[in-house]
């Protein structure tokens, strides 16, 4: 990319000449299977090992520009180098009528290096005029690059603060799979979800797990829309025939966990143990959506004795009519349903809320870090409730024949973004979990799922450090055990292949109560 030619070329000069040397963004190691066979397996992440240096990045030499992502092998443009957002305050309003959303971002953030530019993600929109630290900025769009040079260079280590106006109709974004996510229109409003690249389709975003923040998100909708939001109420307030929800997510939030589905809704307020519950409903998911959400705070309760505390402030669910979606997401202490769910769907999202929003993904192809550990939840479940018990689950899925969608891609190494939602990173990755627990027992297996919670929460996680944690609390080298699990593709040689296939009604982690993610 050229450098801008404006009336702050002089000032890139200046800084120029103080950069040389300046941190490259931080960038995870990229995952080598090779790195866990033996004992050498670490839990740490080579620095910087997937940058290049900073001369030869876009605008590198000329020093301090932003990089346009934090080389996530799947979303290569998702998130922005240089910057650490502390805050988002998001005020919106939309319009169902119009299917119009405007209002204002203010992005509290850290420079983590040298700054002449920095981008944040946002895909369409008009922008009214980009401030930072109340100064007019200089704004150019690429892409879903917005690229935004204040009017001073910003200091490695300085805090400021960027407000972003903006208007218009929200696209939802298509991902590689073809679901949609981002701001979806419904009949009666918008679901609103974004795993794994939709935040920039309705507020500009440093669209990286590994940037979590704290969010205010206040949204004004004509009065009978329900808007809902992470974390709690603040206020709900109506004038001139619209009304305003304010929430606030005062825990760190990844971007891709935010929501603020709004629709006619129900609501039930009430508590889980001490956790106060908030709980949307869409009227025509009521009855079917009942007998489920009413077990909500036995769920939580189950997840806290057996992986530690609820991670979050709040818990509860929005259950949207929303065909248009098709699947239920773990947004951050509410997760959304497109539909009622059934019980092992609400227990999956649950569950999610400790691995996946409190720990979770340092880079996508991790992703069953997430699923293999809400799949294995329900299959825990089931067995603490009377029914199959995970072994069971185990045994049954291993007889599998090799030809079965169940072994490709391999859990750990998924290929490509289109396969960040395989079945086999569900149920193949929540296999890895039970095939752990039967190695190396109960006692060390639970302690390796609690301390990986409680040393990693509010935090980023890679497959290394899981492997390393299992090591050192098991006392084995279980380089190959892992490598076997998650890295090779094919049904493990070890497992027998008999050619029987299972009943088939229970394949698919994602069938039945809908899919979920
Ligand atoms: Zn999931």
Redesign the pocket.
Known sequence: MPIRSSVYAACAVVVAALVVGAAAPVAAAPLDPADLGGSAVSGTVAPVAAAPPEATRPGGRSGAVGAPGVDDPFFPLAGNGGIDVQDYDLRLSYNPATDRLEGTATLRIVATQDLRRFDLDLRKFTLGTVTVDGVPAAITRDGQELQITPKRTLRKGAAFTVVVPYAGVPEPVVDPDGSSEGFVPTKDGAVVVNEPQGSPGWYPANDTPRDKATYTIAMTVPAGVTAVGNGALVSQTSAGGRTTFTWRERFPMAPYLTTITLGKFGVTTGRAGSIPTYVAVDPTQAAASAPVLRRLPEMVAFLQDLYGPYPFETVGAIVDNAPELGY???TQTKPVFDRAPDELTLL??L??QWY?DAVTLRQWPDIWL??GF??WSEWIWTERHGGQTAAQRFAELAQEPGNSYLWNPPPGDPGEAANL?AGSV?DRGAMTLQALREKIGDPAFFTVMRRWYAEHKYGNVSTPEFVALAQQVSQQDLGAFFKAWLYTPGKPAFLADDGAPVASARLA?SEGGGR??
């Open positions: 239920a997401l773990e999956h999202e569950s999610h996946g997430h699923e809400a799949t939602f569900y982690a979920r993610r």
